[in-house]
């Protein structure tokens, strides 16, 4: 679970299928600004991480489907942060129909249940 990591370079080098190399990685890499639509509450972030374009580029199989994100805040398997950055990278990979939620809650990665 400490490994999970849906990085476009990652999931290369695991040859991980299906995989469609995605024709846009260095469109990704170069973009001065991103789709993100956040919150009032949870505004985008000032610096965003370095590997988010490689995140982005590893979930372009992800572009055309529906995504709910949902963060946990006393998660701290999946953090709320790392939640914010899969809603963040989906964006950046085209897909216009993420939706982005967090839980409160004390029950952590369970309170989804």
Known sequence: M??????????????IKPLSPPSTF?????????????????????NPAPHLSDLAAGMTPLA???TLVLGVQSDILFTVEQQREVADA???????????????????HDTFL
Do not use: C
């Open 2 to 15: 400490d490994l999970f990591d849906l990085t476009y370079s990652t999931l290369k080098a695991l040859n």
């Open 26 to 46: 260095s469109q990704l890499e170069s973009r001065e600004q991103h789709k993100t639509s956040h919150s009032k509450s949870h505004p985008p972030p000032v």
């Open 90 to 108: 989906l964006r950046m990979a085209g897909n216009g129909n993420v939706s982005y939620y967090e839980l409160g809650g004390v029950w952590g």
């Open 64 to 66: 055309d489907i529906p």
